[in-house]
C-alpha cells in the first residue's frame, strides 16, 4: 500500500519523500565582446534603413526614432555581448552612424519621389552627392537627433544588464 502524499503547502521541505525537480541549468554567459559589436553592427545596419525609410516616406525627422535606433545598438550590443565597459561605447559609435546613415537612406527616399532614378542609383551611385544634400540641409536637430541616438544606445547597452 502506497504511503499518502500530504497536500501541497508551499513548504519546499514538508513531506520527507517529497519528490524535489532538478534546479534549472544556469543561464548561458554572454561576456563575447566580438559578437556583441557585431550583433551591435547588424542592429545599426537594420535601425539605419528603417530610420530612413520612415523619415524619407514622411519627408522629415522623429526624435524618438533617432532614441529607438540607439536604444535597439545598445540593447543588442548587451544582451550579446555582455557587461564589458567597451560595448556602450562601441554602442553609441555605431548609433551615431546608424542615424546619420539613416538620414542619407532618407534623402534617397526623398529623391526617389521626386526624380526618375532608383533609390540604389541615388544612394550607391551618387552617394557623395547625397552627403553633400545632406551638409547642406544639416541643421541644429539633425545633430541632436545624432546625438540622442548614441546616448541613447551608451544607455541601452548599459541598462540592459540592470
Known amino acids: 500500500m502506497s504511503q499518502p502524499v500530504p497536500p501541497p ?3 519546499p521541505f514538508a513531506g520527507a519523500d517529497a519528490q524535489y525537480a532538478p534546479a ?3 543561464a548561458p554567459v554572454r561576456d563575447n565582446v566580438g559578437l556583441g559589436i557585431l550583433a551591435a553592427f547588424a542592429a545599426a545596419l537594420v535601425a539605419a534603413g528603417a530610420y530612413g525609410g520612415i523619415g524619407g516616406a514622411i519627408e522629415r525627422e522623429i526624435g524618438f526614432a533617432a532614441v529607438g535606433v540607439g536604444f535597439l545598438v545598445g540593447f543588442a550590443a548587451a ?6 565597459p567597451v560595448l556602450p561605447v ?3 559609435v ?6 546619420y546613415l539613416g538620414q542619407l537612406v532618407a ?3 526623398i529623391f526617389t519621389k521626386l ?4 533609390f ?9 552627392d547625397l552627403t553633400e544634400v545632406w551638409k547642406e540641409a544639416a541643421d541644429f536637430m539633425s545633430y541632436v537627433f545624432l546625438a540622442v541616438g548614441a546616448a541613447a544606445a551608451f544607455a541601452g547597452a548599459k541598462k540592459a544588464h540592470g
Open 9 to 11: 503547502t508551499g513548504n
Open 24 to 26: 534549472p541549468p544556469p
Open 79 to 84: 544582451k550579446v555581448g555582455g557587461r564589458n
Open 90 to 92: 562601441v554602442s553609441a
Open 94 to 99: 555605431l548609433a551615431l552612424g546608424a542615424v
Open 107 to 109: 534623402i534617397a527616399v
Open 115 to 118: 526624380g526618375d532614378l532608383s
Open 120 to 128: 540604389t542609383q541615388y544612394f550607391f551611385d551618387n552617394f557623395s
